[in-house]
């Protein structure tokens, strides 16, 4: 969540607070988090989901699986902590 956080800040620091900011965001459980939705309505930034099982609306969705294949699949790391 901190990681999160940390972006929504970045991203908000790029504009005017009196800009309204609308992000579309898929339905993961983290994007609609109390933290997240707080301090979205303190910074006025609208979250807009993406309906349930429509990951055919998120254009970078299909990049996923390559990416997946590429970079994670068939390495010899342990774990995530130890690839990170």
Do not use: Q
Not at 49 to 78: E, Q, R, V
Request: glycine fraction near 2%; charged fraction near 20%.
């Amino acid at each position: 969540m901190k990681d999160l956080l940390a972006v929504f800040a970045r991203l908000r620091a790029c504009y005017p607070l009196d800009v309204w900011l609308h992000v579309v965001m898929d339905s993961l459980n983290t994007h609609k988090h109390a933290r997240l939705r707080a301090f979205m309505a303190d910074h006025n930034i609208e979250p807009v989901y993406t309906p349930t099982y429509a990951s055919w609306l998120n254009a970078s969705a299909s990049h996923f699986t390559p990416l997946k294949k590429f970079g994670i699949c068939g390495t010899d790391d342990p774990s995530h902590e130890y690839r990170r």
